[in-house]
């Protein structure tokens, strides 16, 4: 496995691949980390990460592989990559959409646990009410990336 750093509108945001997918990302850069892509998947990745960045795209399409997570922890990052761009959806709902209502607090630790964050949208998951809880790239990084989004979003729509 080998990761890539980037530089990005929320700090510096490394990538990791195996050759075949994406299988981690982290905030920050990590340790011995290429700051040119290592191989044909980081080069993609690091491409459409830019490309999400910019605001140029919406949808990410190069391959993921989750390394590691419970039954119900992949359950969750699964239905997160189908949140659409711009949108977001409650600890609770997501609790629902996984089959149980009663584990939106799971539905936090999922969140804390997701391997590869940004590509697998964690971020889009929200508390109660709107309310902003939560984040393991921080609150800062949190927003940002939701008013990104919101605001790429709202210029599709009106144009």
Known sequence: MGW???DSPI?????ATDGVSVCGTRFGPVEDAAVAPVDEVSRRAVAELRAYFAGELTEFGVPVTVPRGSEFERAVWQEMTRIPYGETLTYGEMARRVGDPGAARAVGVACNRNPIPVIVPCHRIIGAGG???GFGGG??????LL????????????S
Do not use: I
């Open 4 to 6: 890539t750093v980037l």
């Open 11 to 15: 700090g510096m945001f490394s990538v």
């Open 131 to 133: 309310k902003l809880v």
């Open 139 to 144: 609150l800062p990084r949190k927003v940002k």
């Open 147 to 158: 008013e990104m989004e919101a605001a790429v979003a709202l210029q599709r729509a009106w």
